[in-house]
């Protein structure tokens, strides 16, 4: 008897053990709570710029929501193809995104065709950030008062009028060349390495004028150093509601913005992709972030993930059509 209840009692330890051993292996085998690390965002310009700022202003706060830290790295370069290249072969798995603009996106990948990125392949869209309209700006010894009155002196002066912006393929200039086609005019494209430098020759008196973001240029508009002639936007901005949109001062359907939306390599897990997404448009919506975004001259706007990959799309298709009609052509 003795032996049969050392036997018994020996079996039923071994299959506590087993039942153990089991429970802790299937434990173990589910998967770790999205994000359990740090999480990297690339932007693809210099730090302080408008695409930096958002993507910090973004980290921040998906920080407070995720307790992880999001960590932005500017890998500046090709309009922002640098990074776009890093990010596309990237792992898909949530830890590696990206601060996408309207010139990454929907313009450089169309003018630098050796770069092989298609945005519309090789990024899951996650949600958009925000919104930064832009100025048509002129110097104030240009008699120019009205989007009229600049079409009016292109017209009779074919090519003459110059307009900066800050390189090849980014929003100030596309918004130029877009105003040119819809309008019938010609104007003459100075590109500068940055806007900053095109702002100060308008400011000099060299250019004529400039469509600039609304952030860059609104104190010397205030201070009257330059003349604000219209926004680029659908709506008038919310920061300068009294300067009409060229949609309505000339242009019906005219629309131009820089627009910021976090991307992640096309494969990311689509539970991967909704969480991120919940979590940007959470943060979006949120009163500080809302005037931290009004006080760049932007406005937070969220979107749903399948949204942004729409919007993308149908830039891709507007821009494709500027390029062009304007024959735009990057240098080899």
Do not use: C
């Amino acid at each position: 008897m003795r032996a049969l209840r050392t036997v018994y009692r020996s079996a039923l330890v071994l299959a506590l053990a087993w039942s153990t051993a089991q429970s802790a292996t299937q434990v173990g085998a589910q998967p770790a709570r999205y994000p359990d690390r740090p999480i990297r965002m690339m932007v693809g310009f210099s730090a302080g710029g408008g695409t930096d700022v958002s993507a910090r202003i973004v980290a921040q706060k998906m920080f407070e929501g995720t307790g992880q830290s999001v960590l932005v790295e500017n890998r500046p370069g090709a309009s922002g193809l640098i990074a776009a290249e890093a990010v596309a072969k990237s792992p898909p798995d949530g830890y590696t995104l990206m601060m996408g603009t309207q010139t990454t996106l929907a313009v450089a990948p169309l003018l630098y065709r050796k770069s092989g990125i298609d945005p519309a392949r090789d990024f899951a869209g996650i949600g958009l950030a925000g919104v930064s309209p832009l100025v048509l700006v002129v110097h104030p010894s240009l008699p120019a008062r009205s989007v009229q009155d600049i079409i009016a002196m292109a017209k009779a002066n074919p090519g003459k009028i110059n307009f900066g912006s800050g390189g090849l393929g980014t929003t100030p200039h596309m918004a130029g060349e877009l105003f040119a086609v819809t309008a019938g005019i010609k104007l003459q494209h100075v590109a500068y390495r940055g806007e900053a430098p095109a702002i100060n020759d308008l400011l000099g008196g060299q250019l004529h004028l400039i469509f600039a973001n609304l952030s860059a240029v609104i104190g010397n508009v205030r201070a009257g150093a330059l003349r604000a002639i219209a926004v680029t936007s659908a709506q008038r901005a919310a920061a300068t509601p009294d300067i009409p949109t060229v949609a309505e001062s000339a242009l019906p359907g005219f629309e131009a913005a820089t627009w910021f939306g976090v991307v992640a390599p096309a494969a990311t897990p689509r539970d991967v992709v909704l969480t991120l997404n919940r979590e940007v448009r959470r943060l979006v919506t949120q009163a500080d972030t809302k005037q931290r975004f009004a006080d760049l001259g932007m406005t937070g706007q969220e979107s749903t993930a399948e949204e942004l990959d729409g919007l993308i799309g149908s830039e891709l298709a507007k821009w494709a059509k500027v390029i062009r009609d304007a024959d735009i052509r990057a240098p080899d």
